[in-house]
DNA sequence: CGCAGAGGTAGGTGTAATGA
DNA sequence: TCATTACACCTACCTCTGCG
């Protein structure tokens, strides 16, 4: 573990501590009472507040200045400031009463639904692992490291690098990634953080968290028992039959069904020499040779498309399979689910999701591999050396090279075969037959756009390097199209 | 040992949209 | 308007863990 996470860890145990010292009994906590600990809480805010940002005192409480130095209109502006400042306590602290509430409760606040709904959103679409606490007081704390790091990044990396300073840099940016989407994802964070006392943030951290861990739990509950449907569609005659339903204590390397899905699509020729005893390696612990044979980086059997995969070239067919995005009813159609459904609309046009991106796909595989497996508790690791959360890493570094042709086309194959009828998308151009009028000038006006983003891009290249990952969707940013 | 919280599941309920 | 559909998500309940 690097000292910066051991920082974190230590810092995150601190909130848990500082929180549960003066818990009471939540239930019998009159409301006056929980209204008084916020506010005294704002308090303890100063412990954590950077030299950066200084506190904020109503004008009564500021020490006087000289008065050859006041300035009239500073003097103005800064009661301006203070009242801001106060405007926005107050409004941060009516926010987390009501998070606390519901936190206690089990509650949905009306007044909170765009941040639950946000805060589902996360685990889709940014990390199904995300732990808010953290991310949060990384950002808190070391958002002013950011220029630093990328710096650091910017420059040649020295191949004396241990493998500790690598993994650290990649959490690193794992963690700046995350605090960035969370930005954009969750209102008014940016400027919550600056005013924020640990005890708000351990709060936020909680709602943020519990939505994370059920739309997990809802996700896969959903694709639970959709899995064995889809198991008939394998192609193969053995497997076209599967019981109406498996046991999830059944599943995994107990029965040939899953365990195919299960097994890498390069090693399929010898589970189908022999699924027995394939199994029987693999849940004996795999040795030798075998060792690293169902390691996330040899990509399962279900990320694939039977019809389209090739042994020789291992990313064909791979990642174009049924979509949690777009519901069950639309997995068998060839465009997606049809705009015109009746039925309560599923998540994509929810949140008016219109693209993949590397992480929804990741996020929506290791939940089928979840599912697929024999363990009736959520854990990231698997018999045989498996583990969920490189399977994560590993497809979303798939997409590391977005000009790469394979993740072009497999981004148009989502575009098109999936997301094609998400009511307001821009649709495809046909790839056939002239243009219309129409087609040329959107495709004129795409250009003018690109070109006038990657000319604002050059400029602020200096200042403020790019994230490397895939813009993340979210209601503040629908609409964006993956540039292919 | 009891309590509280975290993390999980199953099943019921709510709801947006269609179409008669 | 109302029945139907197909989905999201809420609720109740369970197990496990940590703590006093």
Redesign the pocket.
């Known amino acids: 573990m690097s000292k910066r996470q051991r920082e974190f860890e230590a810092l995150l145990t601190k909130s848990k501590k500082s929180k549960?010292?003066p818990?009471m009994?939540?239930?019998s906590l009159p409301v006056k009472s929980r209204t008084d600990a916020v506010s005294s809480n704002t308090n303890s805010n100063d412990e954590l507040r950077t030299e950066q940002q200084p506190i904020p005192q109503p004008p009564s409480q500021q020490a006087p200045l000289p008065a050859a130095a006041i300035n009239a209109t500073q003097s103005s502006d800064n009661i301006q400031d203070a009242r801001e400042v106060r405007r926005r306590r107050k409004k941060l602290a009516k926010r987390i009463e009501l998070m606390e509430h519901d936190?206690?409760t089990?509650?949905?606040s009306p007044a909170l639904a765009h941040y639950?709904?946000q805060a589902?959103l996360i685990a889709r679409t940014v990390h199904p692992f995300m732990r808010p606490g953290e991310v949060l007081l990384f950002g808190k704390h070391a958002a002013d490291d950011f220029e630093k790091d990328e710096d650091a990044e910017g420059s040649d990396s020295d191949e004396s690098d241990s493998s500790d300073a690598l993994d650290d840099r990649t959490q690193r940016s794992e963690l700046k990634y995350q605090y960035k989407s969370l930005l954009e994802m969750i209102p008014n964070l940016k400027d919550d953080l600056e005013i924020m006392d640990e005890d708000q943030l351990l709060i936020l951290s909680?709602y943020l968290?519990?939505r994370v861990?059920?739309?997990?739990?809802?996700d896969?509950?959903?694709l639970?028992d959709r899995m064995i449907g889809y198991m008939s569609e394998s192609g193969i005659e053995d497997y076209k039959n599967p019981p109406a339903v498996i046991e999830?204590f059944r599943r995994g390397w107990y029965n040939w069904y899953t365990a195919r899905m299960l097994c890498p699509q390069a090693a399929l020729d010898r589970f189908d020499e022999d699924p027995d005893k394939f199994c029987e390696t693999i849940m004996a612990g795999p040795e030798g040779e075998d060792e690293n044979i169902i390691k996330a980086g040899n990509f399962p059997s279900f990320l694939y498309d039977q019809d389209l995969a090739d042994p020789a070239q291992p990313t064909k067919g791979l990642l174009r399979g049924k979509s949690l995005w777009t519901?069950?009813?639309?997995a068998r159609l060839a465009r997606g689910?049809k705009?015109?459904?009746?039925?309560?609309?599923?998540?994509a046009?929810?949140y008016k999701l219109d693209h993949v991106t590397s992480r929804t796909l990741a996020y929506t595989a290791m939940l089928v591999r979840?599912e697929l497996n024999s363990q009736?508790?959520?854990?990231t690791t698997d018999v045989g050396g498996f583990d969920g959360y490189d399977l994560f890493s590993e497809i979303v570094d798939l997409f590391s090279d977005p000009e790469s042709q394979w993740c072009k086309d497999t981004l148009d194959w989502w575009d098109s075969a999936v997301f094609a009828n998400v009511p307001g998308r821009q649709k495809p151009t046909s790839k056939s037959g002239p243009l219309t009028v129409a087609d040329q000038l959107r495709i004129e006006r795409c250009a003018a756009i690109k070109a006038r983003k990657a000319a604002q891009r050059s400029d602020r290249s200096i200042a403020e390097r790019p994230v490397s990952e895939p813009t993340v969707s979210s209601q503040n940013s629908q609409a964006v199209l993956p540039d292919n």
Do not use: C, M
């Open positions: 549960k010292t818990r009994p939540p239930r936190n206690r089990d509650e949905l639950h709904d589902r909680t968290n519990n861990r059920r739309a997990r739990g809802d896969g509950g959903s639970r999830k519901g069950p009813g639309s689910r705009d015109k459904t009746p039925g309560k609309p599923p998540i046009w929810k979840y009736t508790s959520f854990q």
